[in-house]
């Protein structure tokens, strides 16, 4: 079976682990989690990604630097920007943007 | 784009945990609907019922403004910012995620269910600090009346938001009439019905029925039941 990749990325380890787990609640989804940019982008050169979750505490400028590395990836994945990390809001915020990119 | 949305009770999303019974007016967790995504800013109405000494353990959240309502019972709250706290019929209860919360929400009571409403606002500014807070209400107060439970002022009635946004709830005599004027221009309103029949700019609405309405600067409003009970959230239409 084919596996949506989505790398979420959160300052709060406790959170990022509840989202992951969320994501990972979807048999079609594996999700993969990094609290700094350093450990998104090694994580973001070892497999595809599809989606990108940026959660909170990371500044636009941070996020700017992330997008310019991950853009090189083609095709370039999802940006997403998770409101209410961990919440019940996650799986309409990646079926929303996947419908949005026609999948 | 039409200028109003309305969403019958029987319509909303439903999802039955056991302990948890949840009515979704937007999309929620499995219930998802692409025509249901938000209303400006308030992007989740559910409709709890929690059984006796059940709830919700710690979990997160960041970045939304979470707002609840107990319509029966005591619901127990406690935060990792030392919160602890009951609410109950009359007060309202505000959760500002800001850059992440962590909190508990519980039935107070082993025997009997606690009803509430849990919304959440997308706030104007992102990454705030995280912050608690709840008041008591007079209920009288909103016999006839909308009485202001939320607004986006610290120094106004109700509890504020980060958000401009402000939410009413009245309780009305059968026939009474009234005309609402919204706070914002731009602002678009929320209705749902908590308890009776009611008509809303010529829609009549039941328990439970939701219905937005946008480019407006006021509506019309009568209740056609004896205690009819009404929340107006009146948003931001962002998108």
Redesign the interface.
């Known amino acids: 079976m084919h596996h949506l990749n989505i790398l979420a990325i959160h300052r709060?380890k406790?959170?990022l682990a509840?989202v992951l787990r969320l994501i990972n609640t979807n048999g079609q989804w594996n999700g993969i989690g990094a609290h700094s940019d350093e450990e998104a982008i090694e994580l973001f050169h070892q497999q595809p990604v599809g989606i990108v979750l940026f959660?909170?505490?990371i500044d636009p400028e941070n996020e700017q630097k992330l997008k310019a590395v991950f853009n090189t990836q083609n095709p370039p994945p999802i940006f997403l920007q998770h409101?209410?990390?961990?919440?019940?809001?996650l799986?309409?915020e990646i079926?929303?943007a996947l419908?949005k990119q026609g999948h | 784009m039409a200028n109003t949305i309305l969403h019958l009770a029987a319509t909303r999303g439903h999802a039955n945990h056991g302990w948890l019974d949840s009515y979704h007016s937007f999309?929620?967790?499995?219930y998802?609907n692409?025509e249901r995504?938000q209303f400006g800013a308030l992007?989740?109405l559910?409709d709890d019922t929690v059984s006796g000494g059940r709830g919700f353990g710690s979990?997160?959240?960041?970045?939304?403004e979470i707002v609840s309502i107990p319509l029966e019972g005591d619901l127990e709250h406690e935060d990792n910012l030392g919160n602890i706290a009951v609410i109950r019929k009359g007060d309202v209860q505000i959760i500002s995620?800001?850059?992440?919360v962590?909190h508990s929400e519980k039935n107070k009571n082993q025997a009997l269910p606690v009803a509430f409403l849990q919304i959440?606002l997308?706030p104007n500014k992102?990454?705030g600090p995280p912050r608690y807070d709840q008041v008591s209400l007079n209920i009288t107060d909103r016999h006839n009346n909308f009485q202001q439970i939320l607004s986006p002022n610290p120094d106004d009635a109700g509890v504020w938001v980060q958000q401009d946004a402000w939410f009413s709830l009245g309780k009305f005599d059968q026939g009474f009439t009234a005309n609402y004027q919204l706070k914002k221009p731009g602002n678009g309103v929320y209705a749902f019905v908590l308890e009776g029949e009611v008509t809303i700019n010529g829609q009549t609405l039941n328990r439970r029925d939701g219905f937005g309405i946008r480019n407006i600067d006021q509506l019309d409003f009568t209740a056609n039941s004896a205690n009819a009970e009404v929340l107006l959230m009146d948003v931001p239409m962002i998108t």
Not at chain 1, 83 to 89: A, E, H, R
Request: hydrophobic content about 30%; proline content about 5%.
């Open positions: 709060d406790k959170i509840t959660c909170a505490g409101y209410g990390g961990g919440s019940g809001l799986s309409a079926y929303e419908a | 999309s929620f967790g499995s998802y692409p995504m992007r989740v559910n979990h997160p959240h960041d970045n939304m995620a800001g850059t992440g962590f959440w997308f992102l990454n």
